[in-house]
T-cell receptor, first 113, second 112 residues
């Protein structure tokens, strides 16, 4: 099992450009999450999806949209990137029954100039 | 804003010394999870604490949940260079959907 995979690993955008960060998990987990990590700020939840077809806002959703394409895939879109969105983005998933820990992907390091 | 306060922000120790990071809250914590993130890596789950006063051990790591469920700690005995990384606590605030609220982390450096 690959676990949680994310693409791309690195990305540089100009202000105003758009892009989609991809995330997939092969563990048959129901719940998936997008976080951003900034220096000294810990991890902050952007959006999450408790099941296929549902999405909900987290702590810092402004400037982002998400799509839960199917049970495996959960994408994060930046419609018009801003320098404040420069961050490391992590996707995570969780098994719902009998499990509580979250499994994180390797992250996408995004720079917006 | 974040209600889970984690201290210290940084800790530098000599290999073999002990290390402790604390997770504090002004309100009652629900279920605490601890994660470790190696430099350049992603967070990896260590443990979950649920009960008041709970103590769990994993080799040299000891995790505690306060009696009033307002604080938690992670203690590492005799640190090794492999312990280097950032340690995060996270509270789920009773969420059944797995939402976690992370502390800002303690970055541990171990000098050989």
């Amino acid at each position: 099992n690959a676990g949680v995979t994310q693409t791309p690993k690195f990305q540089v955008l100009k202000t105003g450009q758009s892009m989609t960060l991809q995330c997939a998990q092969d563990m048959n987990h129901n719940s998936m999450y997008w976080y951003r990590q900034d220096p000294g700020m810990g991890l902050r939840l952007i959006y999450y999806s408790a099941s296929e077809g549902t999405t909900d806002k987290g702590e810092v959703p402004n400037g982002y949209n998400v799509s839960r394409l199917n049970k495996r895939e959960f994408s994060l879109r930046l419609e018009s990137a801003a320098p404040s969105q420069t961050s490391v983005y992590f996707c995570a998933s969780r098994r719902d029954r009998g499990g509580y820990e979250q499994y994180f992907g390797p992250g996408t390091r995004l720079t917006v100039t | 804003g974040q209600q889970v306060m984690q201290i210290p922000q940084y800790q530098h120790v000599q290999e073999g010394e002990d290390f402790t990071t604390y997770c504090n809250s002004s309100t009652t914590l629900s279920n605490i999870q601890w994660y470790k993130q190696r430099p350049g890596g992603h967070p990896v789950f260590l443990i979950q604490l649920v009960k008041s006063g709970e103590v769990k051990k994993q080799k040299r790591l000891t995790f505690q949940f306060g009696e009033a469920k307002k604080n938690s700690s992670l203690h590492i005995t005799a640190t090794q260079t492999t312990d280097v990384g950032t340690y995060f606590c996270a509270d789920d605030r009773g969420s059944t959907l797995g939402r976690l609220y992370f502390g800002r982390g303690t970055q541990l450096t171990v000098w050989p």
